[in-house]
């Protein structure tokens, strides 16, 4: 482990955000081409134990009405939240690195009765869609695997853009510390990360970093819930937030 940390530290000094974002977008193409539906597990990870975790329900969305909005997941790999969150808006989209995952959520969304969508292709770190066109912007189990801040922080300007006035931003990450595997600071750009999708984290130890960079962007209203740790994770809790453009 000590070994990696070192050869990371190495070659974050001669590598960059195009080399970061392409080691990401080859893994989870890599992890796409082996998801189907009678093997869920891959990209997701615990692909039904998230299904059934009650907190999804009760904290991404809390405290406002969502049956009348057009919703965006960012990071929406084979389409598991578009499904489970199908009756609670009019509409939800989604938008991903990986074109296989766009591919699989295709056959994943007719299989779970979803019609009504678009999906997006992105570089891993922009949304392709106008200004002001969605009522709400969300992401799970997707910030906390990005290790790089800068590219964080784009995507939550993104996030702000493609909003309505009013929209609600509304995202989880790993929050206290993680035990095992390799992890970056909360502003560390660490472009020579060797994996992502839980190979290397963001360790988000102090919930003022998010407060600051979303106050920063233009977002009012912050809101956060800390909670145990979903299924298959190993961060000490989860942080649901959740502010307003």
């Not at 992401?139 to 300007?157: E, G, M, N, P, T």
């Amino acid at each position: 482990m000590e070994h990696q940390k070192i050869l990371t530290t190495f070659y974050s000094t001669i590598m960059n955000e195009l080399d970061y974002l392409k080691m990401q977008k080859d893994q989870y193409e890599h992890e796409a081409s082996r998801w189907s539906l009678d093997n869920r597990d891959p990209v997701v990870g615990s692909y039904d134990a998230h299904n059934a975790w009650a907190d999804y329900d009760t904290y991404l969305f809390k405290g406002f009405e969502t049956k009348d909005k057009i919703a965006l997941e960012y990071g929406c790999g084979p389409g598991r939240n578009l499904i489970r969150f199908k009756n609670r808006f009019a509409r939800i989209d989604g938008v991903d690195i990986a074109k296989t995952n766009l591919d699989k959520a295709i056959i994943n969304l007719a299989a779970g009765g979803v019609t009504d969508y678009k999906l997006y292709l992105c570089g891993g770190k922009s949304i392709p869609t106008n200004d002001a066109s969605y009522d709400v912007v969300f992401s799970v189990i997707c910030l906390q695997h990005i290790a790089c801040y800068d590219i964080r922080f784009s995507i939550l300007k993104e996030s702000y853009r493609v909003l309505k006035p009013g929209g609600y931003l509304c995202f989880q990450m790993g929050f206290g510390g993680r035990s095992i595997r390799v992890n970056s600071g909360y502003y560390d750009n660490s472009y020579a990360a060797m994996g992502t999708n839980s190979a290397h984290d963001v360790v988000v130890l102090d919930e003022k970093c998010l407060v600051s960079d979303l106050v920063g962007i233009g977002f009012k209203d912050y809101k956060s819930d800390i909670r145990p740790v979903g299924p298959g994770d190993s961060h000490k809790n989860w942080i649901w937030v959740q502010v307003q453009k």
